[in-house]
């Protein structure tokens, strides 16, 4: 799961980012609104974190523009403002969950969950499904009709993009971002090679479903009746 956190604090921006690793999950941290809005607008992240008070675009403001574009992102805004008008505010303001500092982390890790169960974007269960294939996210393993095969991170991470984005076209930069980082210094040669490795997993364990190539553009993952009329 990829995390944004939105945080000025750099002592407890990188506090927090030390302990959200150590529980596995992929951290990007910026530190004021207008970085924020960049991250944001990609459209990358699982889950955001985000402090209130911070420069340039303040906490509410950001959500207000992500929710008028329809950035559905699960939000939890991490502040020192906790009066119950606050706490109105943040959460009128788009909000998913409100957590006033200071805080414990198991706490966090518990609001994390929370709001990621109850996202569209984010299943409960570790078993994806998808047309005659299972992604086991945990285990990094692909079931089939024929078999089942051992993933890398990389494979597990780019499958996960794709299960979660049926039927819909990822960009190259969307994958690139999502898997390996913003800031990342990845060729893009780099994906067309692991786009090989996925296409192979799929023969391996004996699947209908397909990637197809959008030339310029990214991949899309397809079930076999979806894929009859263009070619990969």
């Known amino acids: 799961m990829r995390i944004l956190l939105i945080e000025d604090d750099r002592k407890l921006n990188h506090s927090l980012k030390y302990q959200l690793e150590k529980e596995n999950f992929t951290v990007d941290v910026c530190f004021d609104g207008e970085e924020a809005l960049f991250y944001i607008n990609q459209n990358i992240h699982d889950c955001i974190l985000l402090d209130r008070m911070i420069p340039a675009i303040d906490g509410t403001q950001l959500l207000t523009l992500m929710r008028g574009k329809n950035n559905s992102t699960p939000v939890i805004l991490i502040t020192a403002l906790g009066t119950l008008q606050d706490k109105i505010t943040g959460l009128d303001s788009g909000a998913d969950d409100y957590l006033v500092k200071p805080f414990d982390f198991e706490e966090l890790l518990a609001r994390i969950r929370c709001v990621t169960r109850r996202s569209p974007l984010i299943h409960e269960n570790d078993a994806l499904p998808f047309g005659d294939l299972t992604l086991h996210v945990t285990d990094s393993r692909l079931s089939g ?46 994906l067309d090679n692991y786009i090989h490795f996925l296409r192979r997993r799929l023969q391996a364990v004996g699947s209908g479903v397909t990637l197809r190539t959008h030339r310029g553009i990214g991949y899309c993952i397809c079930l076999p009746d979806a894929h009859a009329s263009s070619r990969t």
């Open 145 to 190: 009709p024929v078999s089942s095969c051992s993933l890398s991170k990389k494979e597990n991470e780019l499958f996960q993009s794709f299960f979660r984005n049926p039927g819909q076209i990822l960009t190259r930069e969307q994958l690139l971002a999502k898997v390996w980082g913003m800031d990342a210094d990845i060729e893009n040669g780099n």
